[in-house]
């Protein structure tokens, strides 16, 4: 027979150790050598009993007193693992580790969730459009939705109306049954589903017509919301308790609005400032004028000075989106694109050739007068 390797290494901790050093050690050495992650390994096997073994000992204040004194001798027959069990080891544990690997799975305890306590509804998510300008001055939008709510002829209950569910016998109104079982590590206690009640802990005798039992119907819900000022695109408004309904008394899920905005033909959103591109004549950009842009607030009067060039670009102060939640608004951005003359007369062609060679007219040297001067 093998020898016994010493305990401590066998977990990896020093002699010293604290409890607490000593399980989180047996917790990462546990889900090393599972043999639900190495079936048919047998060296993972040995390597896991080894690791229980160890855990057992040294997590007994006593037995490791022991153990510490005589070493292996001190312990034999103590640790309980002479037929392949457990003994008297703490399953808690193991169902904790368990749990933290397979989400409470199997039967160790810990991570089952029970289904006849109140559970809350589930979230609805909708898609609502709006227009650039409901999106930026905020509006009121009626919402169709499909959604469950509690039943009104049996008030939630799933029974007929005038009786009510009666505690499931089988689990005494847990939902869940203990049974104890031989595992590959010995016997233990396994917490399942109620068979009889699927986990409800209550049984309905006589279902209710208009619901079957299930204690909520399917309706059809027109509601208003307040859309606020500022949003866009992409963002999400939650409503509370407007979701499905909940089951044994929970609380109903949310409603969730997906925003998304139109674009629009004239103004470009960029956060809460507001782009415009503004068309003006050439006569316009040569001689100055005073322009009349649009904002999302109404008309602004705007003067531009003389000799405007194409793409310059003048702010509105606080004439853009209303900031979301807050106070104030955004600016308005105007792009000035001169717009170039087409069909012109003869006297209106005439006129800027004349325009073109006039020593006095003041403009800075163009791309081409650039071109003409190197080829002079």
């Known amino acids: 027979m093998a020898e016994k390797r010493d305990y401590y290494d066998v977990l990896g901790v020093n002699k010293g150790a604290t409890g607490d050093e000593i399980k989180k050690a047996f917790r990462k050495m546990s889900k090393k050598y599972h043999p639900d992650l190495h079936p048919d390994d047998k060296v993972a096997e040995e390597k896991f009993k080894e690791v229980n073994e160890a ?25 309980g693992f002479g037929g392949g ?28 969730s029970r289904r006849n306590g109140p559970r809350r509804g589930s979230d609805l998510t909708e898609y609502i459009t709006l227009t650039f300008m409901e999106a930026a001055f905020g509006c009121k939008k009626k ?68 619901c079957r039992g299930s204690g909520s119907v399917r309706k059809n819900k027109t509601i208003e919301v307040d859309i606020p000022a500022g949003i866009d695109t992409d963002q999400v408004m ?6 499905n309904a909940g089951t044994n008394g929970g609380p109903s899920g ?15 959103r960029d956060g809460f400032n507001v782009n415009v591109t503004f068309p003006v004549s050439f ?8 322009l009349k842009v649009p904002t999302i607030h109404g008309m602004v009067e705007y003067d531009i000075p003389e000799g405007t060039q194409t793409n310059t670009r003048f ?46 007219y003041d403009r800075k040297q163009s791309f081409m007068d650039k071109v003409k001067n190197i080829f002079k």
Do not use: W
């Not at 939650?238 to 979701?243: E, L, N, P, Q, T």
């Open 55 to 79: 855990y057992q000992v040294l997590s007994d204040d006593e037995k490791r007193q022991r153990y510490d004194q005589f070493g292996h001798a001190g312990v034999d027959g103590n640790a």
């Open 85 to 112: 069990g457990f003994g008297g080891f703490d399953m808690g544990d193991l169902g904790d580790i368990f749990g933290d690997m397979f989400g409470g799975f199997g039967g160790f305890g810990g991570g089952r």
């Open 143 to 210: 919402i169709n939705i499909t959604k469950t709510e509690k039943c009104d002829e049996c008030g939630g209950s799933g029974a007929k109306k005038g009786t009510q569910p009666v505690t499931c016998s089988h689990c005494n109104g847990t939902g869940q049954i203990q049974q104890r079982r031989q595992t590959m590590f010995g016997f233990s206690n396994v917490i399942t589903e109620c068979p009889t009640c699927h986990g409800k802990g209550k049984i309905i005798q006589e279902p209710c017509s208009a």
């Open 238 to 243: 939650r409503i509370g308790g407007a979701g």
């Open 254 to 268: 949310d409603l969730q609005l997906v925003i998304r905005v139109k674009a629009d033909e004239i103004f470009k």
């Open 283 to 290: 006569p316009q950009a040569a001689l100055g004028a005073t």
């Open 315 to 360: 702010k509105l102060r606080g004439k853009g989106i209303p900031v979301l939640n807050g106070r104030g608004n955004g600016d308005q951005y105007v792009t000035v694109v001169v717009e170039v003359p087409k069909n012109l007369s003869e006297r209106q062609k005439e006129i800027l050739r004349e325009l073109d060679t006039d020593t006095n």
